[in-house]
């Protein structure tokens, strides 16, 4: 087939810096990688795509020593290694420019840059001319405008990625690794690190570029390696290929192929026509003149890029954020959502991105959690009935068939996709009039995550009106009624089912309206 | 696609696991049991080696001395679950019983008054704490260190540092030197506080949310909890309590005096701390308090029985305090 053949032509041996063969991971049951190659070639910019999940992270964090490989091989400039800790990886002249930062932000960006090697005199007194001095050499080779001076944390945020990248080649380093780089950045911005990155190259050092905005892969990167479902998934020298291959290879013809035909059933599924909530010309810092309706008994998909304002409308409508302008109404009354707790009053549930720092309190029982946004509701004169709080988490613990001793286990004992559960089964009862969910199957096996569609359709059956936002369009496309995409804290357009063809077509049209922010395969943490 | 392999699969606990689980509970656990058995031993050492200490009059002696630190440590357990600190409790106290002493000496010379203006001063207090750390996010800690200087700074200033003189029996018979059902009332309040805390933080609303807001502030925010009031509420407990000490101390002196209990916050802490409440919030419960600070009371107790010196006996109950934590820490 076209992709497993278009493997880029066998490079020369003489210029490869980094060679991986047939790479293996497991966490115990999944197999996070399988049979994975790469290589780069000094100088190269060698672009790393691949949907949540496809198994990036894992890879990466393999060559930077903080995982171990189960088996395969790694050779640096033709020589054999292995990497069992992060400082192994870096001696072999890899390093990593994480999305958040390695810096000390109240430090100058040159004694940033010499951090750990300053320069010093007897007793361990630095010598700060000499440092100063050092450090503005080496940016004027490297041609980096940085003022030496300044504290890291009052630079723009590309300047800190310079400072970044730049304290890398400080070392002696061979390969680059960016996770998402131009994730937070201005077009202006995205320049200057792509400035950065070229003056890299040409002292001959190999990068790779995980990101998940194609236009920038064409801009950048000598070729493209793709992973899927923790496998290779093709690598295209890119001046050969196109935006529709590369999409093809990351999302899988198989799975566009059955979300559509999953989806087509659901089509014909008549909406009950009254709108249980309703936005319109809603403003603040964020968002801008948003209008959105959302009906009952409706899954409606908010798709865009990070930074685009998804989340932002949940959590304005959650009341977590104030508002500027604009009206909301509820089944047709008129509300403002002033604070959580308000937005609970009106039947409004909210299940948050990250469920560990918004969602649960790991320490606590099941039953804690479930009952925490209701805890009135078990209580008589302010006391809490106990065993009403017990028998309510039971029955949504076996209505959402959790995996747990009892209601008693404490929620850090579970694994991501029933402390989810236990994040759905917050809002269980009594049934929310507005469910709103965000990323609401990240971080969750295949399993779980179907379980979950389902919690969702119930949801939608039993007549709330679902707002989902997610970064996995075969997602957005198996669940919703109608997607909205979100640009610039704005709706750009509402598509209804039957004009939403297939995720590779709605990945096409996020491209296109992308403004800012970075792109829609978003990577989960590990 | 991290999920492993279901955890928890329920199946009967075999008595090796009941066995296992009751020697961590012992060592460190949910409930460490470890702080009850410290306690015996302390009593036991010191019933050994001191012919005066096992006696029901040492053991009240114990319970009276204690008073102070048990009823405000109640409060500091609410605030040390729900993620702050109160380093200004000794200071409120000092202050509230100036308040008391001057309202009835000043203002009309009965003891409702002076309760009134104790308690009302500790809350006042307690809520500027919360208001300030909550509505301007400055950390509890930098907020009460201020308040410890300011509230003992006011206390002092009323009266030029002079103490005030109370004279009002009922006063004295209430929260002081009287008996209720053969309990004497520095002991009975104590209860009393104990009791109220017991059903306000594991039986109450509140309870639940203080919890949730040390456990994980951002959960309970997202959860609709009013997370600022929450916190707020748990430092107007804290002072009222402390007022409700000053007005124990200052029935029992028949005088307050602005000068007093100086340092008593790190007892109050180191009690709270030693009955297994963690500085990271979200865990504690108010009978570890209470044998927390029934520990303090006790080593202060002995060690004056068995003659050490009073330098030594901070030593020791310094090393005591660091030794067990670190033995019921988790």
């Keep these: 087939m076209e992709l497993s053949g278009s493997i880029a032509a066998e490079p020369r041996p003489s210029t ?94 040159a004694d940033n840059l010499l951090l750990g090697r300053e320069p010093r005199a007897r007793f361990g007194f630095v010598r700060k001319r000499e440092l100063m001095a050092r450090a ?272 008693s286990s404490l929620v850090r004992t579970l694994s991501g996709g029933n402390q989810q559960k236990v994040v759905f089964g917050k809002w269980n009862e009594p049934r929310p009039r507005v469910l709103l969910l965000d990323e609401p199957t990240v971080g969750v096996d295949v399993g779980a995550r179907e379980e979950i569609y389902g919690v969702i359709r119930n949801a939608a059956r039993d007549g709330s009106g679902v707002l989902v936002v997610s970064s996995d369009l075969v997602e957005l496309i198996e669940l919703c009624d109608r997607i909205s995409v979100i640009v610039d804290g704005r709706v750009a357009r509402t598509l209804k089912r039957g004009e939403i063809v297939d995720a590779e077509e709605l990945h096409h049209l996020l491209q296109i309206y992308q403004a800012s922010g970075q792109g829609v395969l978003q990577e989960q943490p590990a | 696609m991290t999920e492993l392999t279901a955890p928890n699969v329920a199946a009967a606990p075999t008595r090796s696991d009941r066995r296992r689980k009751l020697l961590q509970n012992l060592l460190r656990g949910e409930r460490p049991y470890m702080l009850y058995i410290a306690f015996v031993v302390l009593l036991v050492v010191f019933s050994l080696s001191s012919p005066w200490f096992l006696s029901v009059d040492n053991f009240l002696n114990i319970g009276r001395q204690t008073t102070l630190v048990s009823i405000i440590a109640v409060g500091m357990t609410f605030v040390i679950i729900a993620r702050q600190i109160d380093l200004s409790v000794a200071s409120t106290l000092a202050l509230s019983g100036m308040a008391a002493a001057l309202a009835m000496s000043q203002v009309s010379n009965s003891w409702i008054v002076g309760a009134a203006a104790g308690l009302g001063t500790g809350a006042l207090v307690g809520l500027l704490n919360g208001i300030l750390t909550t509505q301007l996010s400055i950390p509890s800690f930098l907020v009460t260190l201020g308040s410890l200087s300011m509230a003992r700074g006011l206390a002092m200033m009323v009266t030029n540092t002079k103490p005030v003189i109370i004279t009002n029996e009922t006063y004295f018979a209430i929260f002081g030197e009287g008996t209720f059902l053969g309990i004497p009332v520095p002991i009975a309040w104590t209860l009393v506080a104990m009791i109220v805390g017991i059903l306000l933080l594991h039986y109450n609303v509140f309870g639940r949310r203080i919890y949730a807001v040390g456990g994980n502030p951002t959960a309970a925010l997202y959860s609709g909890i009013n997370t600022k009031w929450v916190t707020t509420a748990a430092f107007v407990l804290t002072g009222a309590l402390a007022g409700l000490a000053a007005l124990v101390l200052s029935a029992r002196s028949h005088a307050a005096r602005p000068d007093v209990v100086q340092g008593m916050e790190l007892d109050v802490i180191a009690a709270v701390i030693l009955g297994g409440c963690s500085l990271f919030g979200g865990r504690g419960y108010i009978l570890g308090t209470l044998f927390g600070s029934l520990i303090i009371g006790t080593l202060n107790n002995g060690l004056v029985l068995l003659g050490v010196s009073s330098p030594m006996q901070l030593v020791i109950k310094g090393a005591i305090i660091v030794a067990a934590v670190a033995f019921t820490k988790r």
Excluded: C
């Design chain 1, 16 to 109: 490869s810096l980094l060679m991986v063969g047939g790479i293996n991971k497991r966490f115990g049951g999944v197999r996070a990688l399988r049979d994975v190659n790469l290589e780069v070639r000094a100088g190269e910019v060698h672009a790393l795509l691949g949907e949540n999940g496809a198994g990036k992270s894992t890879l990466i964090k393999i060559l930077s020593g903080v995982h171990a490989a189960d088996g395969g091989t790694i050779e640096i400039a033709g020589k054999p290694a292995t990497f069992d800790s992060p400082a192994r990886s870096r001696e072999a002249g890899i390093a990593v420019v994480y999305q958040d930062l390695s810096l000390v932000e109240s430090l100058s960006v």
């Design chain 1, 136 to 407: 503005e050499a080496f940016l004027g080779e490297l041609g980096i405008p940085l003022d030496t001076k300044a504290a890291v944390g009052s630079l723009p945020f590309a300047y800190r990625q310079m400072t970044e990248i730049a304290k890398a080649l400080m070392g002696e380093v061979r390969l680059l690794i960016l996770d998402e780089p131009t994730s937070s950045l201005t077009s202006d911005e995205v320049r200057i690190l792509f400035d950065a990155i070229g003056k890299a190259t040409r002292r001959g050092v190999g990068v790779i570029y995980v990101t998940h905005r194609l236009n920038e892969v064409f801009e950048i990167s000598q070729r493209v390696t793709v992973l899927r479902d923790g496998a290779n998934a093709g690598t295209f020298v890119t001046a050969e290929t196109d935006m529709k291959r590369l999409v093809n290879a990351i999302i899988g013809t198989d799975r566009l192929a059955g979300a559509a035909s999953r989806a087509a059933p659901a089509a014909a599924r008549a909406l009950d026509p009254s709108p249980v909530l309703s936005l319109s010309d809603v403003s603040n810092d964020r968002l801008s003149a948003v209008d959105l309706t959302v009906m009952k008994g409706e899954i409606h998909g908010l798709a865009g890029l990070i930074g685009s304002g998804r989340t932002e409308i949940l959590e304005t409508i959650f009341g977590l954020r104030p508002i500027e302008r604009g009206t909301f109404e509820i089944e047709g009354r008129p509300w403002l959502p002033n604070s959580p707790a308000d937005a609970i009053d009106q039947g409004v549930a909210l299940v948050p991105e990250d469920r560990h720092v918004q969602g649960l309190v790991l320490d606590h029982s099941i039953e804690r959690n479930i009952t925490l946004p209701r805890i009135p509701h078990f209580s008589r004169w302010g006391f809490m009935q106990q065993r009403a709080a017990i028998r309510r988490a039971d029955t949504a613990v076996a209505r959402l068939s959790v995996k747990a001793q009892g209601a």
